[in-house]
């Protein structure tokens, strides 16, 4: 089964300087790769997916991640944060279709945004 | 477009007792999945319905078990509770041939005492 680490357990940053936030899975073999975020007392909601093709993939609010293959990473940036970025943001792989694309999930990293 | 429902938000119930959870995946999708969220954790894959029948499961005892409708909403239920089964329980749903992609309800928080 796939495993994901997530380096860092809290990150904080100030308002308007850039984050990144690591990501590292298991397997050499082809996997999908997941970015979800989580505010408090809510679900989970998809931030950005790799499934093929370009490396790099970005989001609707300004976040990118790029797939790295030879390092098994799949690290997300974000040039300048905001206050509201702050929450949990889970990183996750899946394998191919013979596992029914169940989701392994990292333990998370929490981005807390000062002013 | 109804985006993934869960029922109930919150629910306390006691040890030894058992509970059900429902999910209604999102409008035209096929498959549901569902994850357990300890406390500062990840979420867990527990298992995975399709064409009402368990296509996928994690490392989970039978205590856990669920099943799907034909309408494609699903239940979990969890028998003989204990207190380490007190977590936030997710529900998400995807499209059987192209479910490479899952999305996520709010889900039910289950605080057993």
């Known amino acids: 089964a796939q495993s994901v680490t997530q380096l860092d357990s809290q990150v904080p940053v100030f308002e308007e300087a850039p984050v990144e936030l690591r990501c590292n899975y298991s397997?050499?073999?082809?996997?999908?790769l997941f970015w979800y975020v989580q505010y408090p007392n809510q679900g989970l909601q998809l931030l950005l997916k790799?499934?093929?093709?370009?490396?790099l993939v970005e989001s609707i609010n300004g976040f990118e991640a790029e797939f790295n293959k030879s390092q098994t990473s799949f690290h997300l940036r974000k040039p300048s944060v905001h206050i509201s970025d702050t929450a949990e943001y889970f990183c996750?792989?899946?394998?191919?279709?013979?596992?029914?694309?169940?989701?392994?999930f990292g333990k998370g990293t929490s981005l807390l945004v000062t002013p | 477009d109804a985006g993934v429902t869960q029922s109930p938000t919150h629910l306390i119930k006691t040890r030894g007792q058992q509970v059900t959870l429902r999910c209604s995946p999102k409008?035209?999708?096929?498959?549901v999945s569902w994850y357990q969220q300890a406390l500062g954790q990840g979420p867990q894959f527990i298992f995975q319905?399709?064409?009402?029948?368990?296509?996928q499961r994690g490392n989970f005892p039978d205590r856990f078990s669920g099943h799907q409708f034909p309408n494609y909403s699903s239940e979990l239920n969890v028998n003989a509770l204990l207190l380490g089964d007190s977590a936030l329980y997710l529900c998400?749903?995807?499209?059987?041939?192209?479910?490479?992609?899952?999305?996520f309800g709010p889900g039910t928080r289950l605080l057993v005492l």
């Open positions: 790799y499934l093929s093709g370009s490396t």
């Open positions: 319905y399709y064409e009402e029948e368990e296509r």
């Open positions: 998400a749903s995807s499209f059987g041939s192209s479910g490479e992609t899952q999305y």
């Open positions: 996750a792989v899946s394998d191919l279709p013979n596992s029914g694309y169940a989701l392994n």
């Open positions: 397997s050499s073999v082809s996997v999908y």
């Open positions: 409008s035209g999708h096929d498959t």
